[in-house]
C-alpha cells in the first residue's frame, strides 16, 4: 500500500515538472465581472507556451484571427464548448449574440477582453473555461468567434486599421471557402508572425 501512494506521488510531481510555466505577459487580466486579476496559472498545463500564447502575452492581439487554417479548429472548439448557450451560428440563446456589434461586457471589444470573460467567465451562466480549453484554445474560439463579426468595421477594435480597411461581415460562402480540417495541427501562424 505504502509503495503505491509513494509511486502516485513520483507520478504527479513528474506531471507537474512537465507542465510549461505560463509565459510573461505585459497584459493585465482582470475578471469582467469582480474586477479582481486573473491567475493564468490556474489554466490547463497543455497549450500555455505555444507561439501564439506567447505573443498574445506580449501584444495582447490574438494571432489567429487572421489565419483561416486555425477556424475550422476554433469552430470545433467553439461548438463544444460555447454553443449550448450562444448558439452554433453565434446567434444567441442563453447566452447573448457574439456575432453582432453589441457587447454585454464592452472589455470584450479588445482580446485581452474577451480572452478574460472566457477564461474567468461573467455573470449569469458564463462560467469560466480555464479547466475545458487550453489558453491556445481560447485563442482558437476568439478567432472563430471575430471572425463572424457582423458589424460595421469601425466597431471591430481588435482588428489593425489596415484589417479595418480589408474588413466585410461574416457570411456562410466564407465559411464555404476555408478549408475544413479541424484538426488542431492544421492551424499554423505564418513564418512572418512576431513570436
Not at 496559472?41 to 487572421?66: C, H, I, M, N, W
Not at 476568439?142 to 486599421?161: D, E, K
Not at 471557402?177 to 492551424?187: E, L, V
Request: with cysteine; net charge negative.
Amino acid at each position: 500500500m505504502r509503495k503505491s501512494f509513494a509511486f502516485a506521488g513520483v507520478l504527479a510531481g513528474s506531471f507537474f515538472l512537465m507542465a510549461a510555466d505560463v509565459p510573461p505577459t505585459t497584459q493585465s487580466f482582470i475578471n469582467t465581472v469582480t474586477g479582481d486579476r486573473l491567475d493564468l496559472d490556474t489554466s490547463l498545463p497543455d497549450g500555455r507556451d505555444t507561439p501564439a500564447v506567447k505573443e498574445f502575452l506580449q501584444t495582447g492581439r490574438d494571432p489567429y484571427e487572421e489565419v483561416p487554417s486555425c477556424f475550422p479548429n476554433g469552430k470545433s472548439l467553439f461548438l463544444t464548448a460555447c454553443s449550448g448557450c450562444h448558439g452554433g451560428e453565434m446567434e444567441g440563446k442563453v447566452g447573448p449574440s457574439l456575432s453582432d456589434d453589441y457587447w454585454t461586457y464592452p472589455v470584450n471589444t479588445t482580446d485581452v477582453g474577451l480572452f478574460s470573460t472566457i477564461f474567468g467567465g461573467a455573470n449569469g451562466m458564463m462560467g469560466p473555461h480555464n479547466q475545458d480549453l487550453t489558453l491556445d484554445q481560447i485563442l482558437r474560439v476568439m478567432a472563430w468567434i471575430r471572425h463572424h463579426f457582423s458589424g460595421p468595421a469601425s466597431h471591430a477594435t481588435w482588428l489593425t486599421a489596415e484589417q479595418q480597411k480589408q474588413f466585410k461581415p461574416f457570411t456562410a460562402a466564407d465559411e464555404a471557402a476555408i478549408k475544413q480540417s479541424t484538426d488542431p495541427a492544421a492551424c499554423k501562424l505564418p513564418a512572418t508572425a512576431s513570436h
